[in-house]
């Protein structure tokens, strides 16, 4: 099994959040339309061009984002970030908010929620081993739908060219399906002339994504629903087999 051909995520509606493995940061970013302003490191390798002095921590202008998107984030080991409007904003920051800060990128984990209305953040981007474990929180649902949108057609285009974007309700359908930890195996596709059909398997909640990797097909032949996403006359649909 090709693990960088499967994509296995769990929607957590109350928490604003998407567990995934196999999205990695370039996948992410890339497939944002409304792109992203500032970005403040909380965790990474990456030595740019502006430091806080107040946070100690490396931030990203957007003009500079660009050359972050190209760095291969997955050697830092631990890669963790929140966007932000305004670099003022990074200075009125008080003790409070900066421990928070401090803790999400520590601990993977929000103290008193993943969302801070001075950095006017839209995401909160938590990653270990980027691409294995990403867990990332969405202010607007409509924005993560967005990406989703963009995602997984681009990690297809390498089975058929011709890929379109999703629709944000189909997108919408596959985070709901997300919610009992959908396994997209695009290694499985089928491919004819006119369509290409992808499996997806509910699998339940497993947040150890070694076991998922490691025991693919046991969790594939216990899964407790079968569906496929299929792109045919230049749509995307979600089909059920199953009598």
């Not at 490396?58 to 500079?64: D, L, N």
């Not at 009125?92 to 209305?117: C, I």
């Not at 953040?121 to 202010?139: P, S």
Request: charge should be negative; include cysteine.
């Amino acid at each position: 099994m090709k693990t960088r051909d499967v994509i296995y995520m769990i929607y957590n509606e109350k928490e604003q959040s998407v567990t995934s493995t196999g999205i990695a940061f370039a996948d992410f970013a890339t497939s944002l339309s409304q792109q992203l302003n500032h970005v403040l490191l909380l965790v990474s390798g990456y030595a740019g061009e502006d430091y806080h002095k107040g946070l100690q921590l490396e931030f990203v202008r957007k003009e500079h984002l660009n050359d972050l998107y190209q760095q291969n984030v997955y050697q830092y080991g631990n890669f963790c970030w929140i966007d932000f409007d305004q670099v003022e904003a990074l200075d009125r920051l008080d003790a409070q908010e900066k421990a928070e800060l401090l803790y999400l990128g520590h601990y993977k984990k929000a103290l008193n929620g993943p969302f801070f209305s001075k950095l006017n953040n839209r995401f909160v981007y938590l990653a270990h081993d980027d691409g294995w474990y990403n867990k990332v929180f969405h202010k607007d649902k409509t924005d993560y739908l967005d990406a989703m949108c963009h995602i997984i057609p681009n990690k297809l285009k390498k089975y058929k060219r011709g890929l379109l974007p999703m629709g944000l309700d189909l997108a919408n359908q596959l985070l709901s399906l997300a919610q009992e930890g959908i396994l997209v195996d695009s290694y499985r596709s089928i491919k004819s002339r006119s369509s290409l059909e992808v499996p997806l398997y509910i699998i339940g909640e497993v947040m150890d994504f070694d076991d998922v990797h490691n025991d693919m097909e046991r969790y594939k032949a216990k899964a407790g629903s079968v569906y496929w996403l299929v792109f045919h006359n230049k749509q995307w649909t979600i089909r059920s087999y199953q009598e």
